[in-house]
């Protein structure tokens, strides 16, 4: 049995959890957490990040902080998970659903400027499959507009433009580090401040909107309510797997690498034949092998593939039903056709397991797989 996906928890991950424990540090900012961010300036050169409760909340506190009002208009891709979409929407902003490239399935940035109207205040860029969108376009466009740029870097940790980190292009990156994720805390996520003038009432809206963080840091003895906020800070205990991952960064790192860059040659063939398309990575790009993404000819090959391979025990799995043709997205007025790239691809991605403790073997496995069926179907 290959499963789609499997966190890699080793013993560092458990020894930490029990410290957190035996330190009586069960709620958040304790010891842990602040070794994470240790870790993250030491691997990244990140100086302002919270963990939050997930990579939701982090894109919740992001809407939050930029002052989203009723009727703003933000622009954002459909192919991406709900949350991204979700975040805005709860402070009655309307996503504006802007097409995806056809090499890399990110925002397609040539057409965000005819999207632009002047109700729009923010992009939410989603680094799909850990590679980063175009963002010298994108923030030249934003820059020139005057609008605020919210990166979605929940599947980005690690990957690279242009030599900087994803989390780091835009005033606000957000990661999450949901169990899926390359680096796990269970249910967690972080937002990087790149823009340090929002830290304050970052750290208020955190805390619920309180100054507690203010007391922890000794500055005030007492804290009270300053602004609108909620519960977005996570236990320490998550925070120490998260922290053991973090020490983890290159071996896990390296593994996940190996199984894509296998899946990368062993189907390059099937590519020759015409029997499936692979995405391509921008040269600006060094990513962090977060998904392997193969793109079928028809929806019909895809379902009798899928099918297929759960018959001998492997599991791979459509990724986004594109948010304007979901029945949310149908529910609110968008149209199919609006973004004809988004909805093609949505018909016929598909994503195949990948996980830092899948070897090589059993990468070549699944790659022989598709291979085999994909000619015989
Ligand atoms: C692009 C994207 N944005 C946001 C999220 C939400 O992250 P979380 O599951 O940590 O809330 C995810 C995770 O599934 C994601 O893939």
Request: with cysteine; glycine share 6%.
């Amino acid at each position: 049995m290959i499963p789609f996906n499997k966190a890699s928890i080793t013993d560092k991950e458990i020894e930490y959890v029990v410290d957190a424990m035996k330190n009586s540090k069960l709620s958040g900012d304790g010891k842990y957490t602040a070794k994470v961010y240790e870790k993250f300036k030491e691997l990244f050169g990140i100086e302002n990040m919270l963990l939050t409760t997930s990579g939701t909340t982090a894109l919740e506190m992001a809407s939050l902080l930029i002052d989203l009002e009723p009727g703003d208009e933000v622009i954002v891709p459909s192919f991406t998970f709900s949350s991204t979409v979700n975040a805005f929407m709860l402070r009655r902003a309307k996503p504006i659903f802007c097409d995806i490239r056809r090499d890399n399935m990110n925002i397609d940035e040539t057409k965000i400027e005819g999207l632009i109207t002047d109700k729009t205040k923010a992009i939410y860029t989603v680094d799909y499959a850990g590679i980063p969108c175009d963002y010298d376009v994108i923030n030249d466009i934003a820059k020139r507009h005057n609008l605020i740029v919210i990166e979605d870097s929940a599947q980005a940790v690690g990957s690279y433009y242009k030599g900087r980190v994803c989390g780091t292009l835009t005033p606000f990156g957000c990661y999450s580090f949901h169990e899926t994720k390359n680096y796990v805390m269970g249910e967690g996520g972080g937002i990087v401040l790149n823009d340090p003038s929002y830290m304050d009432r970052a750290e208020i809206i955190r805390e619920k909107g309180t100054n507690r963080r203010q007391v922890l840091k000794g500055n005030v003895d007492k804290y009270t309510w300053h602004d609108i906020g909620s519960s977005f800070l996570p236990s320490d205990l998550l925070a120490a797997i998260l922290y053991a991952q973090m020490e983890r960064f290159d071996e896990i790192l390296q593994k996940r690498l190996t199984v894509w860059n296998t899946y990368a040659e062993e189907l390059q063939p099937l590519v020759k034949e015409g029997l499936l398309v692979l995405p391509t990575v921008p040269e600006y790009a060094t990513h962090n092998g977060h998904m392997f993404n193969i793109i079928l000819p028809t929806d019909e090959i895809r379902t009798k593939l899928v099918a297929e391979l759960q018959k001998q025990g492997i599991n791979a799995y459509i990724c986004y039903v594109p948010l304007h043709s979901a029945p949310m997205g149908i529910k609110l007025g968008y149209k199919p056709e609006e973004c004809p790239v988004t909805e093609d691809y949505g018909a016929r991605v598909l994503r195949l397991p990948l996980y830092a403790d899948m070897t090589k073997e059993d990468a070549l496995k699944v790659s022989a797989a598709v291979s085999e069926i994909l000619h015989r179907i």
